[in-house]
């Protein structure tokens, strides 16, 4: 058998996403994501212009071998573009074989690891009112996890904290803007950032959710590349009093060895990834242990055959998986990350942002949750089937995240 078609599926059902379907020559459909937020079209038009062809009269089930010949045979390697449309090919095959077998993809991974994969959500607040009312809403759902993210004062608005939601309601990141016209947006919004107010700030807050919410609940933070290595280092030792699971992306991620001097201040677990795409990004951080917990998402980093890989290398230094899960990843994506998950030995725990209602009802997902905790599901393949019908009636829309400055108008990371 062979492969006939791969088409690549550009749709906005909530958000936008960008969809590979590749059909062998008995009918068998696999699916993959290779949505990479605010540099969509990018993605599509690598695959569509420079991948797809190559793939027609392929075997399926060579999934590595069309990995590598991807890789290496492109002779340009790694970046989030390339590494986003492989991604997208190795899951639609992954999907395709574990689908003709009639087996969940986890089994084709070596089988489950537990029966149920923890993860944390997203609270935030512009002040503390609104934050405990968002967390307390998650615990009542029986989250046992949840990201803590506040507005800072002096600041109109902070990336990651809600600022359209009531207290309490879920955020989705950065969907579509629209300019004041109702046009689709063709720049970012901008942001105004101050890390000394920041710094200030943030363990105040830890300190009352600790004394309202107790020890036990689980606390994670995002500092979004934000910091400079000593501030991130300050921030990290600022904040061992209230137990975190992990400090997430605190310096920007392209310095790996920045790690090294926050690792020297302080015992507070370290997270980072999001915006990593090969384990190359990775091989300070993980063979000198600098970081307790990898974050990228099968989507940015080269699909399920170099996840696996990248886990498996972690394993080896005792660094967990905290897999990213943001509503940017399609379910396609996330279902791939909670295969690996549920079929590695070094799980850590998988970020959880629900998609919204239209986006589930176009990609029809058979991973469900239940009090704190996400289940696969037993469908064969990955489980989730795209409604194309439902997904054409939903076209691109340019959508961007958002730029940060400083007061002065500097252009600063985040
Ligand atoms: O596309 C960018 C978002 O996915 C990212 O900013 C979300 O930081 C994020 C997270 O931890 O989920
Ligand atoms: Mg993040």
């Known amino acids: 058998m062979s492969i006939s078609t791969a088409d690549v599926i550009i749709a906005s059902p909530g958000r936008n996403f960008v969809t590979l379907k590749i059909v062998t020559s008995d009918g068998v459909v696999g699916w993959g994501d290779a949505t990479l937020n605010g540099r969509e079209l990018a993605a599509a038009s690598y695959l569509r212009d420079h991948v797809a062809s190559t793939l027609i009269g392929r075997d399926e089930d060579r999934i590595e071998d069309t990995w590598q010949y991807l890789y290496r045979g492109a002779y340009w390697r790694r970046g989030p573009v390339t590494m986003a449309a492989i991604a997208a090919v190795d899951m639609a095959l992954w999907d395709i074989k574990a689908k003709k077998l009639g087996i969940p993809l986890y089994q084709l991974l070596g089988g489950a690891s537990r029966d149920k994969l923890r993860v944390y959500a997203h609270a935030s607040g512009n002040d503390y009112a609104a934050l405990s009312q968002a967390i307390r809403g998650y615990v009542d759902e029986g989250y046992t996890a949840v990201r803590i993210q506040t507005g800072v004062p002096g600041l109109d608005s902070v990336y990651g904290v809600s ?226 019908e439902l997904a054409g009636r939903h076209p691109y829309t340019a959508a961007y995240l958002p730029v940060n400055r400083l007061l002065d108008g500097t252009v600063h990371d985040w």
């Open 163 to 388: 600022a359209t939601a009531k207290p309490g309601e879920k955020y989705d990141y950065e969907p579509a803007h629209r300019a004041a016209d109702g046009s689709a947006a063709t720049r970012p919004v901008e942001e105004d950032w101050d890390t000394p107010a920041y710094l200030r700030h943030v363990p105040s807050i830890f300190e009352k959710v600790r004394e309202e919410f107790g020890p036990e609940l689980r606390l994670l933070h995002d500092g979004h590349h934000r910091m400079s290595p000593i501030e991130a280092a300050r921030l990290a030792k600022s904040l061992e009093p209230y137990d975190l699971l992990w400090l997430e992306d605190a310096t920007p991620g392209e310095d790996q060895e920045a790690f090294r001097l926050i690792r020297q201040h302080s015992t507070t677990p370290l997270a980072t990834g999001e915006v990593f795409n090969s384990v190359y990004d990775y091989q300070t951080l993980i063979t000198e242990r600098l970081i307790d917990y990898v974050r990228s998402a099968p989507t940015h980093t080269g699909g399920i055959t170099a996840m696996k890989k990248l886990l498996d290398f972690a394993d080896i230094y005792g660094i967990r998986s905290g897999l990213h899960g943001p509503t940017d990843v399609s379910p396609i994506g996330m279902a791939a990350a909670l295969h690996i998950d549920l079929a590695i030995h070094n799980f850590g725990i998988q970020e959880y942002m629900p998609h919204s209602d239209l986006t589930l009802e176009t990609f029809r997902t058979s991973y469900t949750f239940n009090r704190g905790f996400l289940y696969p599901g037993d469908n064969p393949g990955l489980g989730v089937e795209l409604d194309e």
